[in-house]
């Protein structure tokens, strides 16, 4: 067998991997995906099974903490949660100085690195330390990354903030959050707390994205939960992830004002003017299986909120109905992804676009809580710290030194 590290010290020879494609960065038990047959599981259970007969926190407990939670698990998880719910004032300072206009992801990233100062004892930045307190910190991430989420949406539209209630559920509490006005508390309809519950746990973990990567490499320097998943929510910003699932909408949104059905734009896709948001993924080379799941439950959470005409569904089902059946996506297996349908269920539900990314990031903590808990606790696990192939200039003098 070759000794790669023998080989790059006497050699300089180092594998090129653009964008990582082809390189495994970790062994991890979370998460398989099988992305030619559109295969993911979480710990084994598939995703199809998890999103038929399980609640979002329910995906959280077996994600971070790898088995399905029995009835008395789930009781003392979901105690926990709620307790953590609220957020000591400093931090609801924190979070009402921004601008109105501030992106909720700017905000959400400072607020979850902040969230760490308040509680030095689970991150204080030492490993060891930080595990003994793991359950707390698993249990604040978790609870306060949808208060500080609600928060900053309520903060970003002038209004005062409401209080979390013990009466309520993971996403009833999320709901009542963002939307309750004094003496007019809102109660969500069982059908949006099953959505709010299915767009979450179908985002609560999928192995090495962009973001979740990050929050290995920045666990992987020794660095704190809270410091690692804020840079996670920095990673998920941008459009090429997360921040897909506000683009797509924004998309459809002008596609439809332009008054095109949509082939206009699948032309510009594939003269390279533009590029179809909601399609494509690095690993499933077939339709991205959540994709399915929420195309699959769409009419039915459609038609319980009561709406029956949507000329932005029209559109996206025209795009897919012609990227599917076009030489140019075939031939580069492009499929819709999670994000090509789930903003739509968001905008249903009255979920601002800004805050579409935000609801990702809530779907993903339990993810980025267990991938930081595999790097922490691996007594082996070592600094990721990849290389690069040199394209600079040669070694060359500044002017006064040298011959
Ligand atoms: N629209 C049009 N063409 C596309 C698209 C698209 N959405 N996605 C890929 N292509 C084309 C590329 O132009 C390229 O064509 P070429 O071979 O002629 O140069 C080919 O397909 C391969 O694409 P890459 O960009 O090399 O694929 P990569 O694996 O690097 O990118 C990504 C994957 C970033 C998801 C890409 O498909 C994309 O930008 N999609 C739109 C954004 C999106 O929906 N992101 C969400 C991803 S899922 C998630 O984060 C939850």
Redesign the pocket.
Known sequence: AVDVRKLRSTTGYITYDE?F?NTGSCQSEITYIDGEAGILRYRGYPIEQLSENCRFIDVAYLVIYGELPSTAERARFSAALTEQAPLRAGMERFIQNFPRDAHPMAVLSSSLNALGAYYPHIASNNHQRDLEHFDEAAAIALSKVRTIAAHTYRVSGGLPLNYPKKSLGYAENFLHLMFSVPYDEYNATPEVARAINLFLLL?AE?EQ??STSTVRMVASAGANLFASAAAGVNA?WG???????Q??IQMLTAIHEAGDDGSKFLED??N?K??????????YKNY?PRAKIIKGSFDAALASLGITNDPLLDIARNLEQAALSDD??IS?K?YP????YSGLIMNALKIPAEMFTVM?AIGRMPGWIAQWHEVASNPKAKINRPRQIYVGPAKRDVPGFGE
């Not at 992804?337 to 090509?340: S, T, W, Y």
């Open positions: 964008g494609g985002h999928h994205n962009c998920l459009p090429l992830h997360g921040g897909a699932n683009a797509v896709a594939k390279g533009a590029r179809l948001m909601g399609f494509g993924h690095r690993v991205d140019y996506f580069r492009l992804n999670v994000d090509f990702f």
